[in-house]
């Protein structure tokens, strides 16, 4: 029997995009030698609907994200592999919970995305994964052709596909990776609210800057308060429509496909 899942937890999250982000950008007075510097990637399968892009994995609520440590790193860089569900389907019993590996190789949690500026809650779930992989492997899934994500996925990520979006391997074989998207992390102390996270995603001529904080479901609605009025203080202006960087970035990217 499956169930929706209850989360304790919630990201409250502020998005700019384009002059937006920048303005944003200055007036945070961010420098970039001082965040942490990373690179992603994301998969899809994406398809020309009218005159637009479709994406059908992340329309279906299913995310692939692959995250690499910058700098020099040999064969092997620091990378982690995220498969997210959002928003979260019914999960059979084994995954209505936080869990963790007992070796610390993955970690799933079940949240509440809560974007601004209506702050609506999105249940989503996540499995987080380290995957030590030689370069050549990367590289061979970012190349077109099928079985793109056949060694970077680990068992616990199938499993999840499969238990709760009805996913098997053979499903994910028209899958393309989408990136790069080169990203920037800041955390800040803002003092009312919890530690703050900036962060700067840019991909081709897309800049998107995001600002969240991360609380329990109980103090979230108090949370998006004393964040707006933050930002005010710094003099930046919430936007006054949402949209998610992850959907912003995926689309921006799938265009520049050849579909």
Same mark, same amino acid.
């Given at each position: 029997?499956t ?8 990201e ?5 995009s384009?002059?937006a982000?920048?303005k944003?950008a200055?007036?945070?007075e961010l ?6 510097s990373?690179? +992603?990637?994301f ?5 020309k609907?009218g005159?637009g892009i ?12 692959l995250?690499l440590?910058?700098?020099d790193?040999g064969?092997?860089?620091?990378t982690?592999?995220t498969v997210?569900?959002r928003?979260c ?8 919970k936080n869990?963790k ?16 500026p209506?702050f609506?809650?999105?249940?989503s779930?996540?499995?987080q994964a380290?995957r030590k992989v030689e370069a050549k492997l990367?590289e061979s ?7 793109a +994500?056949?060694?970077? +996925?680990?068992?616990?990520h199938?499993?999840?596909?499969e238990?709760a979006?009805? +996913?098997?391997q053979g499903?994910?074989a028209?899958?393309?990776?989408l990136g ?17 996270v900036?962060e700067e995603?840019i991909?081709?001529?897309l800049?998107f800057?995001e ?6 479901t ?13 930002l005010?203080q ?8 949402g949209?998610?960087k992850?959907r912003a970035?995926?689309?921006?990217l799938?265009?520049?496909?050849a579909?």
């Amino acid at each position: 029997m499956t169930e929706t899942p209850m989360a304790t937890a919630a990201e409250i999250k502020v998005g700019f995009s384009g002059d937006a982000a920048r303005k944003a950008a200055c007036a945070l007075e961010l420098q970039g030698g001082e965040g942490r510097s990373r690179t +992603l990637y994301f998969w899809d399968s994406p398809r020309k609907s009218g005159d637009g892009i479709s994406l059908p994995f992340l329309d279906r609520g299913v995310i692939f994200r692959l995250r690499l440590e910058d700098g020099d790193h040999g064969s092997k860089r620091a990378t982690d592999m995220t498969v997210k569900l959002r928003p979260c389907p019914r999960l059979p019993p084994d995954w209505r919970k936080n869990r963790k590996d007992e070796d610390g190789a993955w970690d799933f949690t079940i949240e509440e995305d809560r974007t601004g500026p209506a702050f609506t809650p999105v249940v989503s779930a996540s499995l987080q994964a380290d995957r030590k992989v030689e370069a050549k492997l990367v590289e061979s899934a970012l190349r077109p052709g099928p079985g793109a +994500l056949d060694h970077l +996925l680990a068992k616990p990520h199938r499993h999840l596909l499969e238990d709760a979006a009805g +996913l098997k391997q053979g499903d994910l074989a028209d899958l393309r990776a989408l990136g790069p998207v080169y990203t920037v992390k800041w955390k800040q102390d803002w003092g009312t609210l919890p530690p703050v996270v900036i962060e700067e995603w840019i991909a081709k001529d897309l800049r998107f800057l995001e600002v969240s904080v991360r609380t329990s479901t109980a103090d979230a609605a108090e949370a998006e308060k004393l964040l707006e009025q933050a930002l005010r203080q710094r003099h930046v202006a919430p936007p006054r429509c949402g949209e998610t960087k992850t959907r912003a970035v995926l689309t921006a990217l799938a265009r520049d496909l050849a579909l």
